[in-house]
């Protein structure tokens, strides 16, 4: 396969370069999963791992032969050239890449002439006959080969010359491309900019760029080299990687399409992105960042008042580009900043028909600042503010009954167990009902008692669970008295929730969001 100079590659490195963040170890089976999902958003190369130096790669690579049907993307094993003093044939790494199978193999050598003599103890020569007889020996065998020229920057601001000369070496070995790395990740876009053309400058071969994210800068660098004549770009799912991270593949993806109008993915991946980012995300068990650009669920959320009246008339006007074309959707925050135009674009976006209702609409918002005052949040709680939103219209759903009391306890007992127990007494279509249930926790048992009152009356509730509780501390006057807010997260098997409470006592906080919980389930699902 020959590709010309004018082709333009997404190189993604989660596998490898991405999986040394800390915190995450993949399985070989989360490996493949991954290499699977990379290939959706359609990146060009997705670098497996190290064979050879780590068995799980290794094995990634051996399941790959028969596990992986790739569509867009080639896989690439990363590896080092040959030890000094080794004949290249003789050197069990650069064995152990050919054995890998990958059609492309992706090598790393020391372009810094302070670490070839200080990391690898050898001549400069000799480390440029290392990358030569490396490339030519798997070039020879019928694999693309790619040079990550690490330390590339810093190497250059020593010595502007031997990182030139690797990849001088590279290319005439019969490398396809060598990449520039800012492997300590120091850079800022003026500089990549300023090095990556006067290199292009230098030499003939399709040149890369692969960027760390010490200074914030990775995309920002990237782009940068870009701009100066990189077709070549390396990235990471979410910007994983060592330290603060690598470019994000995703903003890349995103800058590159929609900003400087390059194909660097089919046009029908480009709606994969969010999705893509969260599953990986899933996989590397790492919340996904809500405020992360074009993927995040608060890329394109808006809270202000003026911004939601502008996007009323037009949404243009306060989004950089369609959610819908990565993959996103627009969300309208209601907060104490919300006014009358956030809740009548909330309320569309929940399916709640507004139309006629400008005293409501006033209504909602009143009470939104004055529950927001006291310690409310609905820009996370959606259920609870559709419930506040309906409870303002004309056809507002009744509510299912009618409190007496609630109790709940908890025992200790000698032997270490600890018992919650719940009950509640309620008026349901005018019937007493007085239900008790033990759980694993007081907001558990209340939960469980309060739906055993309720489901002969509302059998949807049957397959209602609790699927997550948050609770925050909200410190008031000073310090001198404090209030809770519970946020809890509902499911029916199908879809989830969100609904809040806040009191000064934990568990009257949990009742609120509990009832409003089970209130958004008969809502969800009415019984005829």
């Not at 005052?373 to 939103?389: I, M, P």
């Not at 007496?404 to 018992?419: A, D, I, L, Q, R």
């Amino acid at each position: 396969m020959t590709t010309s100079e004018t082709d333009f590659h997404v190189f993604d490195t989660t596998l490898r370069d991405g999986a040394q963040r800390e915190g995450i170890s993949y399985s070989v089976a989360d490996k493949l999963a991954v290499a699977r999902l990379l290939d959706e958003i359609g990146v060009g190369f997705i670098e497996g791992g190290w064979p050879g130096a780590l068995p799980k790669d290794t094995e990634f690579f051996s399941r790959a032969r028969t596990e992986l049907d790739l569509k867009h993307a080639q896989l690439v094993a990363f590896g080092s050239t040959r030890k000094a003093g080794v004949r290249v044939e003789e050197d069990p790494q650069v064995r152990a890449l050919l054995d890998a199978g990958s059609p492309v193999v992706c090598l790393v050598a020391k372009s810094d002439v302070r670490h070839v003599r200080e990391a690898l103890r050898t001549t400069p020569e000799e480390n440029l006959a290392m990358v030569a007889d490396t490339v030519a020996f798997l070039v020879a065998r019928g694999r693309r080969v790619f040079l990550d020229c690490e330390h590339f920057f810093d190497g250059h601001a020593a010595d502007p010359d031997y990182g030139v000369r690797v990849l001088q070496a590279a290319f005439d070995a019969g490398a396809e491309v060598g990449v520039l790395c800012d492997t300590n990740g120091g850079m800022l876009p003026m500089g990549v900019g300023r090095v990556v053309a006067e290199v292009r400058s230098r030499v003939s071969g399709k040149l890369g760029i692969h960027c760390q994210d010490d200074t914030g800068c990775a995309v920002a660098n990237t782009l940068a080299a870009v701009e100066a004549g990189v077709t070549h770009v390396q990235g990471t799912a979410n910007g994983y990687g060592e330290r603060a991270g690598n470019a994000d593949t995703f903003a890349l993806i995103g800058n590159l399409v929609t900003k400087m109008g390059i194909p660097a993915v089919p046009a029908e991946c480009l709606p994969e992105l969010q999705r893509v980012s969260h599953a990986i995300a899933e996989l590397a068990n790492i919340a996904p960042d809500d405020h992360q650009p074009y993927v995040g669920a608060s890329a394109f959320a808006h809270k202000a008042g003026l911004h939601a009246s502008a996007i009323k008339v037009s949404p243009e006007l306060y989004n950089h580009l369609d959610p819908a074309v990565v993959g996103n959707d627009m969300r309208i925050l209601v907060t104490e900043m919300a006014g009358r135009a956030s809740v009548e674009l909330k309320g569309r976006e929940l399916g709640v028909d507004l139309a006629g209702q400008s005293d409501a609409i006033g209504r909602v918002v009143d009470q939104v600042k004055v529950l927001e005052a006291d310690g409310w949040s609905f820009e996370a709680a959606d259920a609870s503010f559709e419930l506040l939103l309906r409870g303002q219209l004309p056809d507002a759903p009744p509510p299912l009954f009618e409190l007496e009391s609630y109790k709940t306890s908890v025992e200790h007992w000698g032997n270490g167990v600890v018992v919650s127990e719940a009950t509640v007494k309620v008026h349901v279509d005018g019937e007493r009902v007085i239900s008790t249930a033990e759980g694993n926790g007081p907001v558990n048992a209340l939960d469980n008692a309060l739906r055993q009152a309720l489901v002969h009356r509302y059998p949807q509730l049957a397959d209602v669970a609790l699927a997550d509780y948050k609770v925050r501390i909200l410190g008031w006057k000073g310090g001198t008295s404090a209030t809770t807010r519970v946020l809890i997260d509902t499911t029916d098997g199908v879809g989830e929730w969100t609904t809040v409470g806040v009191h000064a006592n934990i568990v009257e906080a949990s009742w609120h969001a509990l009832v409003d919980a089970l209130t958004y389930a008969v809502l969800r699902h009415p019984q005829p």
